[in-house]
């Protein structure tokens, strides 16, 4: 069954520091990779969809990576905001689970003015 | 604007009672998706649909029923089986196919009263 992790849980930075978010999976057998962003109370926002294929998705100051073999991806903010505040959810395709995303807990991340 | 519509955004649901969560789409995808979400956990998914009339079951479903008689509406009925029914409820749409890019709704907020 495949299992989705994030680290770290929480996370607080000042702003304008660049700051890594960690994604781990357990069965390396994806279809693809999809970074989600949550504002508290909403729904989710795609961010950067990675097929197995690739190594990096770049939009804006967000860039991707994937690993695929250690089961591992990382979000890289450039230049943090505190409009980037929110919660960063990574969730995997495949490994067991076709057509259905599985979803790690996510990152709280608060940039502070 | 092509999107994912939920509604009702809050509902309130007395003990015993069903309730029907509502999910259009008009990015004229053909996969459907229905995921809750708790405190603490990453999301689950309750059912899903990759064509009209055909749904499956997810990891949870439970206490729930789908219909997909509509390629553009996937709605969820809560029944009274389900016993911890107050969560953050997501419908989500894809292309259909594997490794294809997951796009949600502002979800519904129910509430056992």
């Known amino acids: 069954k495949q299992e989705v992790t994030q680290i770290p849980a929480a996370l607080s930075v000042p702003e304008g520091e660049n700051l890594v978010l960690n994604c781990s999976f357990t069965?390396?057998?994806?279809?693809?990779l999809q970074w989600f962003r949550q504002d508290p109370g909403k729904g989710l926002t795609s961010l950067l969809l990675?097929?197995?294929?690739?190594r990096e998705q770049t939009s804006g100051r967000l860039n991707a990576s994937l690993d695929k073999s250690s089961g591992r991806s990382t979000l890289y903010i450039a230049a943090s905001q505190p409009g980037d505040s929110a919660t960063y959810l990574c969730a995997v395709e495949g490994g067991g689970s076709n057509y259905k995303l599985t979803f790690g807990k996510g990152t709280l991340l608060t940039v502070n003015p | 604007d092509g999107g994912i519509t939920q509604s009702p955004k809050y509902l309130f649901r007395k003990e015993g009672q069903n309730v029907t969560l509502s999910c259009e789409q008009n990015l004229n995808h053909d996969a459907m998706y229905w995921y809750r979400q708790d405190p603490g956990q990453g999301l689950r998914l309750i059912y899903y649909s990759q064509i009209v009339n055909d749904f499956q079951k997810g990891d949870i479903a439970e206490g729930y029923s789908v219909s997909r008689e509509k390629k553009e509406s996937f709605p969820l009925t809560v029944t009274s089986a389900q016993k911890n029914p107050t969560a953050f409820y997501l419908c989500a749409s894809s292309i259909g196919t594997v490794g294809t890019e997951a796009f949600f709704g502002q979800g519904t907020r129910l509430t056992v009263v």
């Open positions: 990675i097929q197995s294929s690739q």
């Open positions: 069965d390396s057998a994806i279809y693809n």
